[in-house]
T-cell receptor
């Protein structure tokens, strides 16, 4: 079964608002990554948080990781129409080789 | 442009045919991957090669055969295509365990 589950499945907000997406996973991990996928395109890496980190920032992105709850959240602040995309979390279980297991994704729609 | 490029972008074919998808990366990465994304956007790893050696081989029908002629290329050949093979196939690459760089996908439609 899939490793990561994300909620909400879909999120619709206005420009300027914040968007929060959550990811839950099932097994212990080495790191957790977030990717963005624009329609008809490949995934683009956004941010990586290691299992010994609790929070990480990159520009308007803030990621948290709670390994005790096996969950992570991605916050996009001051959203823009260009942030419209699907967002996926992916976990690396530290098997020696990178074998990312992706979540189900959150479709974010940011309206002008 | 430095990128992961895969061809073709679209592939429409009939059941029973054999087809190939090609992938090339010019990022100097040593690890390449094939992922399959189904109609519900669920993304699952199929294969991974490190320095031309197969390191990950998920439960994929043996009709799917990856080939890595060198570190910069990873091709995917599919025999006897079935309706259920319809999906978007993504090639990706990484330097060791660094984050993945994805191609833009090949949408395969089997009729």
């Amino acid at each position: 079964s899939q490793q990561g589950e994300e909620d909400p499945q879909a999120l619709s907000i206005q420009e300027g608002e914040n968007a929060t997406m959550n990811c839950s996973y099932k097994t212990s991990i080495n790191n957790l990554q977030w990717y963005r996928q624009n329609s008809g395109r490949g995934l683009v890496h956004l941010i990586l948080i290691r299992s010994n980190e609790r929070e990480k920032h990159s520009g308007r992105l803030r990621v948290t990781l709670d390994t005790s709850k096996k969950s992570s959240s991605l916050l996009i602040t001051a959203s823009r129409a260009a942030d419209t995309a699907s967002y996926f979390c992916a976990t690396d279980a530290n098997t020696g080789f990178q074998k990312l297991v992706f979540g189900t994704g959150t479709r974010l729609l940011v309206s002008p | 442009d430095t990128a992961v490029s895969q061809t073709p972008k679209y592939l429409v074919t009939q059941m029973g045919n054999d087809k190939s998808i090609k992938c090339e990366q010019n990022l100097g990465h040593d690890t390449m991957y094939w992922y399959k994304q189904d109609s519900k956007k669920f993304l699952k790893i199929m294969f991974s090669y490190n320095n031309k050696e197969l390191i990950i081989n998920e439960t994929v029908p043996n009709r799917f055969s990856p080939k890595s002629p060198d570190k910069a290329h990873l091709n995917l050949h599919i025999n006897s295509l079935e309706l259920g093979d319809s999906a978007v196939y993504f090639c990706a690459s990484s330097l060791g365990t660094s984050p993945l760089h994805f191609g833009n996908g090949t949408r395969l439609t089997v009729t």
